[in-house]
Structure formats: structure tokens, C-alpha cells
């Protein structure tokens, strides 16, 4: 795990008690905080050499005036800590967006539960607060990507409602990065 991709700073503290079947009590508020860290889905997903953002960005990035992203954490009591001791269990990392056919949206970049407490309702909880979080600013959707393999979140998400829009519509998630977005932006018109 990354010593550069460690997160301890505290944002506007939003607590909400949840009690799960197990009478965990899970506290989810809005904090980076160090542990999962977003490596840890990285690794899930298999792709963690594209891991390469700093500390320093993402503290610049979502602590500044107009944040570009906003993270909420699941974070369990002391008592129900993780075998390795980590108390910050699992997190949903959403910014927005803007349809200009529907409005105001949000974007699910990530969201993850450390294994050995998936099946809590945990990942339904974080789920949940990004919606109410969005419905209270105006939004209309949530979008998101998962990977093809991915089928348990697949089915995870399709169980909430989700449609799968590559299936229903046919679209290609697109990316522009590196040489091609710099060959882009240098072929800008110039004033
Ligand atoms: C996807 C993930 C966040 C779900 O978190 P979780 O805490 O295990 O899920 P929950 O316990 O909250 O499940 C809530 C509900 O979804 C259902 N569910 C969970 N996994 C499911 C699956 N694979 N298929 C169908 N339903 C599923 C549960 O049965 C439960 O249903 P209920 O509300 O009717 O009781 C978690 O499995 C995870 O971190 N996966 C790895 C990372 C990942 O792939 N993230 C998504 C891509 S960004």
C-alpha cells in the first residue's frame, strides 16, 4: 500500500448512524481518511499500476473552494475493527455532472467495502447517502462504470435498479489521456 496515498483530514462531519443486522453500528460521514485506500480497489479491479495520483492532488483537489470531488466513509466503532486494526471500512468517491437533456447528475467514481465486511449493507448504506446527498442538491442521476468482469457489482447495482446502459442504449465509455489530450489541447484554436 502506497504511503503517498494516505488521508487523514476531516471535511464537513456529517454523522449518521446506521444499525445493520449484526448491531454494528456504522458511522458514515464525509472524511478522506486513511484506510481503504483507493489502491485497494485498484487492486481489486487489476489495474493498480494506474494508480498514480498524489496526496498532495487529491488534497488539492477536494479541499479547495469549488472541491472537484466530494468522499463519504464507512467507518465501524473500535470494537469491530478489521483483522489488520482499520476501523475505515469502506468509501464512495462521487463528483457531478450535467446532462444538458436532464440536469444536474452525479458520478460514482468508486465504491468499496473491505471484503471481510461486505455483505453488511455497508456498500447499500454508502450507496444510499451519495443518492440522498445528490437529491438534496437537485440531481436527477447517478451514473457509474464497472468493468464487464465485474459481475457481482454488476448485479449489485442491477439489484438497486441500475440499468446497464451498454446493454439498454449501446454506449462506449471514451477516454482521451496522455499524448492524445495533449495533441488536442496544442491543436486548440489560438486567439
Ligand atoms: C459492490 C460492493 C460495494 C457491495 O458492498 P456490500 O457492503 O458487500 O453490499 P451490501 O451488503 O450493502 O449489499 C446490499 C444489498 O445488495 C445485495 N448484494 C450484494 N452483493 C450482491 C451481488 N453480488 N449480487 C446481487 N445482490 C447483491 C445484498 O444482498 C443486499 O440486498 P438487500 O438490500 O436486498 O438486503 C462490495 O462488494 C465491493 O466493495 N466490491 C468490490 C469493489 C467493487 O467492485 N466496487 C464497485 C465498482 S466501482
Sequence with gaps: MSSALCYNILLHCIYIYIYISNNMILFIH?????????????????????????????????????P???????????????????????????????????????YLED??????????????????????????KGCVRLQLSVLNWNTPSLDFYAAKGAQDLTVSEGWHFIRFDGKHLDDLAKGAPKN
Excluded at 486494526?85 to 462521487?94: D, L, N
Design 30 to 66: 464525509n472524511v478522506i481518511s486513511k484506510n481503504p485506500t483507493f489502491q485497494e480497489l485498484a487492486v481489486y479491479e487489476n489495474m493498480s499500476d494506474q494508480v498514480k495520483i498524489s496526496h498532495e492532488e487529491l488534497e488539492r483537489d477536494g479541499f479547495c473552494q469549488n
Design 68 to 106: 472537484f470531488f466530494e468522499c463519504l466513509i464507512a467507518e465501524v466503532p473500535e470494537e469491530h475493527k478489521s483483522k489488520e486494526g482499520f476501523t475505515i471500512v469502506g468509501y464512495a468517491f462521487y463528483f457531478y455532472t450535467y446532462s444538458t437533456w436532464k440536469g444536474r447528475s452525479q
Design 111 to 136: 465504491l468499496y467495502v473491505m471484503p471481510e465486511f461486505r455483505g453488511n449493507g455497508i456498500g447499500k448504506a454508502l450507496l444510499s447517502k451519495v443518492t440522498e446527498v445528490g437529491k438534496n
